[in-house]
């Protein structure tokens, strides 16, 4: 009979993490490799992530942790360089904070909506407050057009805090500031990324666990909350004392096959992302750019990276981010049809320049939806799992929207926390 008693579901960078911080542990993955949506895949010379996965630490302990494990020559440091495509002109992202670099028309309308918006003290959903911070002009010229594409969603669905400290507020007072001194990089304005891509963070995460403690290619099929285990390749079992999750909740939640959990994991909503990752034989006219947000809707997608003007590179190797409600088909060729298109409207490809190689991934689930209508049932589920030593964690795990950083320190601290409790 097989037992551990750190029973750890997936092995990406939250699950990686939480291996290193305990003593007896199992790593159970479905996929052939490590790393989760942190994999990187190298054709001919193109370093391709599951769209751009960068590093922007907000504490010490993790920068000093990368900065450690990691030779400078292994990696790139940048002054964030992003901007956003607007009516054909690239102003500085983000956007509410630029509005001074819009025509003069539309740069009227949005300063006149800000002086005049209505704030409230509480607001019943995302999109309401978008209204209520940023006024009439800057929520429909950008905030929420490029959120419906990135989220797929009516954004009176989401929950007013659905995206957390990553979202860019800044009241008049920052707005007209930055009309004058032009400071508007203070948003999170440094990154790190490895010249080899996201996945060689996930190595040296790696390095320190016994290989023979990460089972791949097993994919959990069942989980038994209360006699401890799961099955896994068909009917193979493995007892575990804690059990720590970070696949997705709603996919968790459906493998207890508990009546009250497959009830709300039906309730958990999300959408899906499709990543374009496509070389070119040449460089681009645009060589400064590090991202660019696309909100008009004409355009499939959402975001345009560029990893060949990050890593430095001389040819053109962009990674392309649509975002598809979690219903949707995918249809890769016509969206690759309609990409290969626009990116020509946007003069980020001329007819000379020749695709020489493609690597497309879905992510699913990308992000996730967070609802006011259920953040609550999932904090008394999670409650009642943590009283029997069963975790869920990660960006996916803990259903939330946060970054590499988040998962590991969330990881470290639950392993810290329950190693001292043994
Ligand atoms: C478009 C996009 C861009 C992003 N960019 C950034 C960025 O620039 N910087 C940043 O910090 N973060 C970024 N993120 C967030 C980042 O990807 C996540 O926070 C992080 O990778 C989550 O890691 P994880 O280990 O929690 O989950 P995952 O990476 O999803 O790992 C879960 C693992 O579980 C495995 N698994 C699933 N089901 C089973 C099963 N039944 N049995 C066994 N194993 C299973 C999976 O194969 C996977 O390996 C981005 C996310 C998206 C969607």
């Given at each position: 009979m097989k037992k551990t008693k750190y029973l750890i579901i997936g092995a990406g960078i939250t699950g990686l993490t939480f291996a290193n911080y305990v003593d007896d542990y199992l790593i159970v993955e479905k996929?052939?490799?490590?790393?989760?949506?942190c994999k990187t895949i190298k054709k001919n010379g193109f370093v391709f992530d599951y769209a751009g996965h960068f590093f922007h630490f907000k504490t010490d302990e993790w920068k000093k942790f990368f900065l450690d494990n990691v030779k400078n020559s292994e990696l790139v440091k940048k002054n964030k360089c992003t901007k956003i495509y607007y009516k054909d002109k690239l102003i500085d992202y983000p956007f509410q904070m630029n509005i001074?670099?819009?025509e003069k028309q539309d740069f009227i309308n949005c300063l006149y909506d800000l002086f005049n918006k209505e704030e409230?003290?509480?607001?019943?959903n995302f999109l309401e407050m978008l209204y209520g911070k940023f006024g009439k002009s800057i929520t429909e010229m950008f905030l929420k057009p490029y959120n419906e594409k990135l989220y797929?969603?009516?954004?009176?669905?989401?929950?007013?805090?659905?995206m957390g400290r990553f979202f860019p507020y800044a009241d008049k007072e920052q707005i007209i500031k930055n009309m004058k001194e032009?400071?508007?990089?203070?948003?999170?304005?440094t990154f790190l990324y490895p010249k080899e891509g996201a996945e060689f963070f996930i190595e040296i995460l790696e390095?320190?666990?016994?290989?023979?403690?990460i089972l791949l290619?097993?994919?959990?099929?069942?989980?038994?909350l209360k006699e401890k285990y799961v099955i896994v390749n068909n009917d193979e079992k493995i007892y575990f004392e804690y059990l720590i999750n970070t696949i997705p909740f709603n996919n968790f939640l459906k493998l207890t096959e508990e009546k009250e959990y497959i009830e709300l994991s039906k309730k958990l909503s999300y959408n899906k992302v499709l990543v374009l990752n496509l070389g070119f034989n040449k460089k681009s006219?645009?060589?400064?750019?590090?991202w660019i947000y696309v909100p008009e809707?004409?355009?499939?997608?959402y975001r345009v990276g560029f990893y060949n003007n990050i890593l430095g590179q001389d040819k053109l190797s962009l990674y392309i981010e649509i975002g598809l409600s979690k219903d949707d088909k995918v249809n890769v060729d016509l969206e690759l049809k309609k990409t290969l298109e626009n990116l020509k409207v946007q003069h980020i490809?001329?007819?000379?320049?020749?695709?020489e190689e493609s690597e497309i991934i879905l992510m699913n689930p990308a992000y996730v939806h967070i609802e006011d209508k259920t953040n609550k049932q999932i904090d008394n589920v999670m409650k009642k799992m943590n009283e029997n030593n069963i975790y869920s964690i990660g960006r996916y795990g803990a259903w939330t929207y946060c970054s590499m950083e988040d998962c590991m320190i969330s990881a470290k601290e639950l392993a810290s926390k329950l190693m001292k409790g043994k």
């Open positions: 996929d052939e490799k490590i790393g989760g949506y001074h670099q819009l409230k003290e509480k607001y019943s797929a969603v009516d954004l009176k669905k989401l929950d007013t805090n659905a032009e400071n508007a990089n203070s948003y999170n304005n390095k320190k666990l016994n290989s023979e403690k290619n097993t994919t959990i099929e069942k989980i038994n006219k645009y060589t400064q750019e590090h809707k004409e355009y499939n997608y490809i001329d007819k000379d320049m020749k695709l």
